[in-house]
Nanobody, 121 residues
């Protein structure tokens, strides 16, 4: 069984910072891309940031220059450093990872349970 567990969410004032963590555990052969998505009430889930195994990154324009995604391959962990937070960043943040369980199968997407981030005065 593969499990992705997020942590680090919470309540923060506008302009504040949070760091999210997501650790993958279980029977894992290999992990390719890891990413953070978010979903606000009444909104569709959107990709926030993605980091590939070699280190290349993507950010959605609304968070570029404020958020930084990184990963520790030895720990199967991805991080999202969020600075200069705005009320519109309020959402449940989900970890996603493309994981291969055995060598003979393709990569498949796995999701964490989500962690709430609330930006409010």
């Amino acid at each position: 069984q593969v499990q992705l567990v997020e942590s680090g969410g919470g309540l923060v004032q506008p302009g504040g910072s949070l760091r999210l963590s997501c650790a993958a555990s279980g029977s894992i052969f290999s992990i390719n891309a890891m990413a953070w998505y978010r979903q606000a009430p009444g909104k569709e889930r959107e990709l926030v940031a993605r980091v590939h195994s070699a280190g290349s990154t993507y950010y959605t324009p609304s968070v570029k220059d404020r958020f930084t995604i990184s990963r520790d391959n030895a720990k199967n962990t991805v991080y999202l450093q969020m600075n200069s937070l705005k009320p519109e960043d309020t959402a449940v943040y989900y970890c996603n990872a493309d994981i291969k369980l055995v060598w003979s199968t393709p990569f498949a997407g796995y999701w964490g349970q989500g962690t709430q981030v609330t930006v409010s005065s």
